[in-house]
Structure formats: C-alpha cells, structure tokens
C-alpha cells in the first residue's frame, strides 16, 4: 500500500505559481510512475501530467505544457508539480496518483494509489 498526501494548493492570482507537492508513505515510491490529475467543479477528472519511476520520462497534457513541470524526488519520497503563468482555467482538486505501469500512462483506470487532492484556486 502506499498512501500519497499533497500539498501546496492555495489562492494566487492569474499569471502566479504555485508548487504542488505529493508526498507517498507506506512503501517507497521510486517504483511507481505518478501522475497529476484535476478536477474542476461540474467536469470530469483530467489528466495533467506524468512521470516515469526513475523521473527520465515526462508527459503534459497540451494546455499545461510550457506553464507546468513534473519532477521527483525519489529520495524524499515526494513528485512536485511546479505550475507557472497560472490561468483562471487551472483552478480545480489537484491529485497525485501511483502506478505500477511502465508507459505513459493518462488514464486514470490505470493508477492503483490516489491521494485526496488539494486545492488550487488562481483569481483574476
């Protein structure tokens, strides 16, 4: 089992950053490919970014690419999704997700371990 936990979210106006944090406990999470998802309030959960197990590999979907960077750090146990140039459209439950595939993955069926989200809120 592993347990994620994010941190970071909060309120900052369009054009500011944030980093998000996702911290795992339980087992390590160096094996697992994490991604980012977030849902928007009356929208499905979307897929936002992904990192391979040994942090070689990472993947955006098309409206973050340039603004947002996925990065871990196996050793503390913790992937980061550094968000730039904020939009009021990015606001929505960011949450983090473990898989043991070995691809890239957007599908959320194919993540085994969610955290609970955090809240990012960017204003005009």
């Known amino acids: 089992q592993v347990q994620l936990v994010e941190s970071g979210g909060g309120l900052v106006q369009a054009g500011g950053s944030l980093r998000l944090s996702c911290a795992a406990s339980g087992r390590t999470l160096s094996t697992y490919s994490v991604g980012w998802f977030r849902q928007a309030p009356g929208k499905e959960r979307e897929f936002v970014a992904f990192i391979s197990w040994s942090g070689v590999t990472t993947y955006y979907t098309d409206s973050v690419k340039g603004r947002f960077t996925i990065s871990r750090d196996n050793a503390k146990n913790t992937v980061y999704l550094q968000m730039n140039s904020l939009k009021l459209e990015d606001t929505a439950v960011y949450s983090c997700?473990?898989?043991?595939?070995?691809?890239?993955?957007?599908?959320?069926?194919?993540?085994?371990?969610w955290g609970q989200g955090t809240q990012v809120t960017v204003s005009s």
């Open positions: 997700a473990a898989s043991v595939v070995a691809y890239i993955s957007t599908k959320r069926g194919e993540y085994d371990y």
